[in-house]
């Protein structure tokens, strides 16, 4: 079992409108996640900052940051930033650009967990539905053209409201989208912006949406999570059936 977890934090702002680094950690701890996509984790101008200390999430959880940030000060790579627990080894990982109107990105990372060895896709996506699917399009090249198959898990903040919306039908040839539940806003969620998405080895046993008092308030959004369990035979007959499509 592998539970996973996606969370905006909103440079650490929650909607009191205080930047408040301990009550995004302590959201994080509560999370129990063994891997944790964050989005908007560093500011977006400048040395692009990071709002969480890399020594203090080290120090003040069981994670340590996949090294995304392109300086000293930063953690991710357009915001975009994975956290592992310290028991699971980084093989790789990549920064991707993304066709963008704003500052967009995604982040890959070759991890193993336990003997099994996965990749792990984070994202944040355009608020313009048009460059959303351009995003997609692009991510999906990236992933199955220029690297080797592994068995993926995408996360992230989609900004899409709809499960039916065309961009999400994007993914649906190679993977599976699970939307845990509503996650924006996070006083009173209506949106389901955040979303887990598995390639077929993978099977989402439980999902949902990380509702306590201190998440509520630390950010704009609500972190996300799922259970995940990984059957690696299982994308064989899948693979078989790709040269004929």
């Given at each position: 079992?592998?539970?996973?977890?996606?969370?905006?934090?909103?440079?650490?702002?929650?909607?009191?409108?205080?930047?408040?680094?301990?009550?995004?950690?302590?959201?994080?701890?509560?999370?129990?996640?063994?891997?944790?996509a964050l989005q908007e984790a560093d500011k977006r101008f400048g040395p692009r900052e990071s709002t969480l200390d890399r020594n203090s999430i080290v120090a003040e959880t069981d994670y340590r940051p996949v090294p995304f940030g392109t300086s000293e000060k930063s953690l991710g790579w357009h915001g975009n930033a994975i956290l592992v627990r310290k028991d699971i080894s980084v093989l790789s990982y990549q920064r991707i650009d993304l066709p963008k109107l704003e500052p967009r990105g995604a982040v890959t990372a070759d991890l193993m967990v336990a003997d099994k060895k996965i990749r792990i896709a984070a994202m944040?996506?355009?608020?313009?539905?048009h460059f959303r699917k351009k995003q997609i399009t692009s991510l999906m090249h990236q992933l199955h053209e220029h690297l080797d198959y592994l068995p993926t898990v995408l996360i992230g903040d989609l900004n899409e409201w709809r499960d039916t919306a065309g961009s999400i039908k994007l993914f649906e040839k190679h993977y599976e989208v699970t939307t845990p539940g509503r996650s924006f806003p996070s006083p009173m969620p209506v949106g389901s912006l955040d979303r887990i998405i598995t390639s077929p080895e993978f099977t989402v046993t439980q999902a949902g949406v990380h509702k306590s008092k201190t998440a509520r308030v630390a950010s704009d959004h609500l972190p996300v999570w799922a259970n995940l369990t990984l059957e690696p035979a299982a994308h064989l007959s899948k693979g078989l059936e790709t040269p004929s499509e």
């Open positions: 079992m592998l539970k996973i977890g996606s969370y905006n934090i909103q440079k650490a702002i929650g909607v009191d409108a205080r930047r408040r680094p301990d009550r995004t950690l302590k959201v994080i701890r509560e999370l129990d996640c063994d891997i944790l944040h996506l355009s608020l313009v539905g």
